[in-house]
């Protein structure tokens, strides 16, 4: 796999978590985007290809719930990663309903766990990929 193919988009109000996860993210190879909005978000996302989305739930303007729903609408492909530090049942339970690919608690156990689940994420679109060129090919 390699990772300078997967571009990152990450959405947060928190600007240490964003700075934090792209130094990380950027040093594991990545091509990695921020932003404290999730409306910027979804217009960059409408303007342009990410492969995983991190975005936290709470947020200003539009939740990450809204924001998850909007991108899934776009392109239904997109890895997305909930973040939350105020996590309820519902709230889990909207998210996974509204397609997203995984739920992750603030403060993270590590960089090292989130890194782990993006590369989940990768893995699922690599075979994605391969069943898809497995179809065409017997097409």
Do not use: C
Request: aromatic letters at 6%.
């Amino acid at each position: 796999m390699n990772k300078q193919n997967y571009k990152i988009l990450i959405v947060d109000d928190e600007s240490d978590i964003l700075e934090s996860l792209k130094k990380n993210l950027v040093l594991e190879g990545y091509r990695v985007e921020t932003t404290e909005d999730s409306q910027e978000a979804l217009e960059r996302i409408k303007n342009d290809k990410f492969h995983i989305v991190l975005t936290d739930i709470v947020m200003p303007k539009m939740d990450g719930i809204e924001l998850l729903r909007e991108i899934k609408s776009y392109d239904a492909l997109a890895q997305v990663i909930m973040m939350t530090g105020y996590s309820t049942m519902d709230k889990t339970i909207k998210s996974l309903e509204s397609g997203a690919n995984d739920y992750i608690l603030k403060p993270f156990k590590s960089v090292e766990y989130v890194i782990s689940i993006i590369n989940l994420s990768i893995d699922k679109l690599e075979r994605w990929r391969e069943s898809i060129r497995g179809i065409v090919k017997d097409v």
